[in-house]
């Protein structure tokens, strides 16, 4: 992409009262445009890094053993389907609206109330058992105050699975296989070092649910983490425990995290609203056991940046970047220009992504300095200069040193990181 | 994809009183599963046909000379914004709705009241033009009546670009471009043929639009398609016109179609509510020329089956198919479960589409109308009877007749449709 054509504009001025570190970077680096509050458009750069994040959740949830066949939920859900399971009258985020004919409507925060009558019509008995479905798709929540930017929105892309079974064994053997691909996904996405397993609490069905919790000093949860085995509890459990659950150590550790994907055994709460069962080997009828996994994008996307930035913009770990090579022109020399075109094509060719920076009028400082701010990983310099030494200087973003790089070798370069 | 654990269910009973050829068929295919009126979920096989139509589509309009940038727009939008353009009180399929502190919102139809402020913060220079944005996003009407399945819904996904011009003649090749963009799109999708650029009103700033017609029974559009030079024009300019807008010919053919696409020169229509400006190469403002371009992916899937189908089922053309093969098993026989799952697992490690019918208890000719019903374009079928020439036997959709293929050739087979 030339990025004299890149749909974008970065802001210099710093924010005197910032929402979050993510929200004033993404904001000032052109990721995101805030249309109203808790509601934001993706702009080039941030829907690229949208579209990394949603493919590898997507990758993680389709591979075994989570095995998740994608699906496409609607966000318009009839008022009854929520009726049936008291959350009309009892979800406060619910948005509802009414339509032609006075036909009332929710839009759905979450796909519990439409994929367990849909499950209805397709699963009859043990054989149809165990399976799951995910979608990605625009969610909902009408929250009376918002902050943080795109941290807590009243508009986000959720990856949500539901996975249906037999027995209580399958639904808890299963629960731990998506907690393990979750872990993959934040891996993936730069973020496991900083993220907990959280206990939190599971409802009527099972003692706990799961939080994945990223610490981060603009998080609105509170996390404990106990200094003895490293588990984590949300300050629900905290408030019921004097003790680890696990270990029974007594010193934690309070931290500031981000909740970014959590897990819950649902057992039997929308099976039975819906009349979800199964026909068992002996013939018996059974409710199915229901267990739902939810990541939000945008929130999984802030959380990369409040923990990877500093003082000069953000530092995108290199699989959810988006590009992973930022090709910076100095000057308007014939010779300088001939090179900088000659790597653009071999990337176009390679089909390796490059954000070339071919802009006139701007000042090599003022180049740099917004390179720093969008932080993608590779910065690759080439000016009279670097030429004079047959080479161009390349710069990851999240090492102070440069180094110099024959432009014979670049293409190697290009191919090899 | 093991059929035994696709989720899906087909049916065997016709409608009585069928809304469009493609309601029934997909619905009975099990690609779409009705939630409410006018409202869908895609099911695995429908999302797989959805997400081929969203890649052929993103693909042309990322594609010089298109060249759309991706974005994602919100489906949340303030009201104010509707009231500026004066759609609020004129627009009455539009969805509205009330959130925290009583802010109103209208769930977006279309986003010009997005983009057009929002390129006001990017666009100050005739340097800045042109360029285009797209996106593919979940879309909102609040339409009184609702049939023939998802022709014409309530929610459905769709593909708007916005292009944004110094000059009339910029907008005017520009417009042309993204026509024959969109002819690419429907060759690709297998309707191209039964498809119209049909002569529609263009309001007050260009004599015409143009929309894409896709000629078929159950359309609800009228079109009349000129004997002599073919043009199209749809009713509005039919009936203001007695004579062919093209070549002055007066013999029309009238026929019912679908409505899979549109294009129009908005011209300052956006602009100037929003005083979208930019200064001129001799330092004046002037608004900025826009132009619009939708694409239903719903609707375009319906059009697909409306057009590819005989009385057993759907006809997937290719690049539009669930899967591309469709390997169904005979019987239990040790020989030929094991020549099955070789030539699937072949399929997995090319990776190539296969849907495999590795049911038990399914009785041959139920396997066979129910692959015929759901349309996958090439059938591979493996018996004691095929392999006794030491063959599978391999039939198109689309044709009458099988033909036997080795099995030491099948995978040169499956690498070359």
């Not at 249309?35 to 993706?42: S, V």
């Not at 690229?48 to 053993?65: D, F, G, W, Y």
């Not at 019921?240 to 029974?248: A, D, I, L, S, Y």
């Not at 039997?268 to 939000?296: A, H, Q, T, W």
Request: aromatic share 10%; with cysteine.
């Amino acid at each position: 992409m030339l990025q004299s054509k890149l749909f974008y504009k970065t802001s210099k001025e710093k924010s005197a009262d910032i929402e979050s570190i993510s929200h004033e970077l993404l904001t000032r680096a052109g990721f995101i445009d805030q249309l109203m509050a808790g509601i934001y458009t993706f702009l080039p750069l941030g829907f690229r890094v949208l579209q990394k994040i949603e493919n590898i959740i997507r990758k993680n949830m389709i591979t075994a053993p989570v095995s998740g066949q994608e699906i496409l939920m609607p966000a318009l859900n009839p008022k009854e389907n929520w009726q049936k399971t008291g959350r009309w009258e009892s979800l406060d985020i619910l948005f509802k609206l009414k339509g032609a004919g006075d036909k009332e409507y929710v839009l759905a925060p979450t796909h519990e109330e439409v994929v367990a009558p849909l499950a209805k019509k397709i699963i009859f008995s043990y054989r149809d058992l165990p399976f799951s479905v995910f979608h990605i798709q625009d969610k909902f929540r009408n929250e009376l105050r918002v902050k943080s930017g795109i941290l807590r929105t009243r508009e986000f892309m959720m990856k949500d699975l539901y996975s249906f079974h037999a027995t209580q064994t399958d639904l808890d053997e299963y629960y731990d296989k998506v907690a393990k691909a979750y872990f993959n996904i934040f891996k993936e996405c730069g973020i496991s070092r900083f993220t907990y397993q959280t206990l939190a609490s599971g409802g009527s069905f099972s003692k706990y649910s799961d939080e994945f919790q990223t610490v981060s000093e603009f998080g609105e949860d509170t996390i404990y983490i106990c200094e003895k085995c490293q588990t984590a509890v949300n300050k629900e459990i905290k408030n019921e425990n004097t003790k680890c659950p696990k270990c029974g150590g007594s010193v934690f550790e309070e931290k500031k995290a981000i909740e970014v994907g959590n897990i819950f055994k649902l057992g039997e709460k929308y099976s039975l609203p819906f009349n979800l069962k199964f026909r068992n080997k002996d013939g018996l009828e059974k409710p199915v056991l229901m267990g739902c996994y939810g990541i939000g994008l945008g929130r999984l996307m802030g959380a990369i940046v409040e923990i990877n930035n500093d003082d000069k913009g953000i530092i995108w770990p290199k699989d959810v970047a988006p590009f992973v090579f930022h090709l910076i022109q100095i000057g308007e020399a014939g010779k300088v220009v001939k090179v900088c075109k000659a790597i653009y094509k071999i990337g176009q060719k390679l089909g390796i992504e490059v954000l070339y920076d071919d802009r006139k009028d701007v000042a090599p400082g003022e180049k740099f300095a917004e390179a720093d701010l969008i932080g993608i990983p590779y910065r690759i310099i080439v000016s009279e200069k670097t030429l004079k030494a047959n080479s161009a200087e390349v710069k990851e973003r999240s090492k102070k040193r440069a180094k110099l790089i024959k432009i014979s070798q670049l293409t190697r370069f290009l191919k090899t990181q």
